[in-house]
């Protein structure tokens, strides 16, 4: 087997499998005032939350085209790979993964396994590390695939955001629209619930929404009960990104809690400031 991890720009990949030889990276399309910008190509976080204020219409997100991913999967069969696990962002939250079930079987002689996170950024990027460190480590594809279900299983994620209007317009939180009336001062907490964005608990203040986060977080990690991976995601927010980073080790002393950002796809729904909390099995 000569297998290859395709995943797409969503994930927040660890520096030290950015450049490994069998992964390959589909880019996310965003759209502002009109100009569709592909993600971590063509603009990159910090330059798309400027623009994004500055932009006069609602930004959009849309999927790379069939035909592009069929180029990249027809480019590695020419490389001799006969294997690919395709690892992308939630359903929930993108019709991506679910429609490459329909041209997986395109390419004779090559195996295409769509696999859905259920989740993106920092805990997607941990399952495409897993994936490549387990083929290094010479992992049979039902070890790697098994592997990949234990950590979406063990996988949480807890998120404040400064305004719903994003994730409302997008269509992306379930019932948003119900929820957006009856918050003038509510911060919701808002987590990932079979992969769709759902409300978890309405705080009353930004504070109390962090600590509420940070509670949580912990019970989770005694529920998987094993090594975890604990992560800070911001929208263009690093300065609170490293008080909160403070404050977990601090809580959870035998966990280095790691940060990265939301990119231009998830900002766009989530919003500048937008701060996460991400846990899942190592």
């Known amino acids: 087997m000569k297998l290859a991890v395709v995943t797409d720009s969503t994930a927040f990949l ?46 959009k997100t849309s999927q790379p085209t069939f035909g592009e991913t069929l180029d990249l999967y027809k480019n590695l069969k020419e490389k001799g ?47 495409v590390e897993a994936s490549l460190d387990m083929l290094d480590a010479g992992k049979t594809l039902d070890e790697i695939l098994t592997y990949l279900d234990m950590i979406r299983s063990s996988t949480y994620a807890y998120f404040i955001v400064d305004d719903l209007n994003n994730l409302v317009r997008g269509g992306r939180l379930t019932n948003g629209a119900a929820l957006i009336g009856g918050l003038l001062k509510i911060k919701p907490v808002l987590t990932f619930e ?6 978890f608990e309405k705080i009353r203040s930004t504070k109390k929404a962090l600590r509420r986060c940070e509670e949580v977080i912990g019970q989770r990690k005694e529920e998987i009960g094993r090594p975890v991976k604990l992560y800070i995601i911001h929208g263009n927010n690093l300065e609170l990104a490293k008080k909160e980073k403070a404050r977990l080790e601090k809580n959870y002393s035998d966990i280095t809690v790691e940060i ?12 500048e400031k937008a701060l996460g909390f991400a846990i899942c099995a190592e």
């Open 14 to 59: 660890p520096e030290r499998v950015r450049d490994h030889q069998d992964l390959f990276v589909i880019p996310i399309p965003v759209i502002l005032d009109g100009k569709v910008y592909n993600e971590d190509v063509d603009i990159k976080a910090d330059e798309y939350y400027k623009l994004m204020k500055k932009s006069k219409e609602f930004p």
């Open 81 to 127: 790979y006969d294997t690919i696990i395709s690892i992308h962002l939630s359903s929930g939250i993108s019709g991506y993964v679910t429609n490459l079930n329909s041209i997986k079987d395109s390419v004779e002689g090559l195996t295409v396994i769509p696999y859905d996170a259920q989740i993106t950024s920092m805990p997607m990027g941990h399952m």
């Open 194 to 199: 079979d992969g769709k964005i759902v409300l």
């Open 260 to 271: 990265g950002h939301f990119g231009p796809v998830i900002g766009t729904h989530l919003g």
